[in-house]
C-alpha cells in the first residue's frame, strides 16, 4: 500500500488563471488550456511533491482544475508504457484520496515510436479507463 498524501498541503509549482498550463520534459509536452479561466494548481510530483530520491513510483505532473473539479495526471515518458501507467496509477492512489470529489484523468505523452502502444497491457488500461486515459506522441492539447 503506497502512502497518502494531501495534495491540498503542498505548494504548487504554479497557481492561477493563467491561460495555459505546460508540463514539459523529456521533449515531450503537455498543453492545458485554460478556456474558462479557472482557478488551476499545477504541481510537479516527481521532485516536489516527491522529493528526488524518494522511492515512490510516481508521474510527473498534476493539473488541477479546482472549479470544475477535474485532476490531470500527467507522465511524459521515453517509450516505456507500461512504467508510466504504473507511475499514473501509483500517483493516483496517494493522492486522489485527498481530493475525492475530482474527476480523475490519465495523460501519457511518450516521445519515440512506441511499439508498446498495441500492448496488450496498454490496451487493456486504455479501455478500462475510456474516456479519460490519452496516450500521445510528443505533444497533447487540450481543454483543461
Not at 510537479?44 to 485532476?71: I, M, P
Request: net charge positive.
Amino acid at each position: 500500500m503506497s502512502r497518502q498524501i494531501n495534495i491540498n498541503g503542498c505548494r504548487p509549482y504554479r497557481e492561477g488563471r493563467h491561460q495555459t498550463f505546460t508540463s514539459s520534459e523529456k521533449r515531450c509536452t503537455h498543453v492545458g488550456k485554460n478556456i474558462d479561466r479557472n482557478e488551476v494548481r499545477q504541481f510537479k510530483v516527481d521532485g516536489e511533491v516527491l522529493q528526488a530520491g524518494d522511492t515512490d513510483s510516481r508521474c510527473d505532473y498534476l493539473l488541477l482544475n479546482d472549479e470544475k473539479q477535474s485532476s490531470y495526471y500527467i507522465e511524459l515518458k521515453g517509450s516505456d508504457l507500461k512504467k508510466a501507467i504504473q507511475q499514473i496509477e501509483d500517483t493516483i492512489s496517494m493522492i486522489s484520496p485527498s481530493i475525492p470529489t475530482y474527476t480523475i484523468f490519465r495523460r501519457i505523452i511518450y516521445r519515440t515510436g512506441s511499439h508498446n502502444v498495441h500492448d496488450s497491457e496498454v490496451t487493456f488500461w486504455k479501455g478500462k479507463n475510456k474516456g479519460t486515459a490519452i496516450i500521445k506522441e510528443r505533444m497533447l492539447e487540450e481543454n483543461i
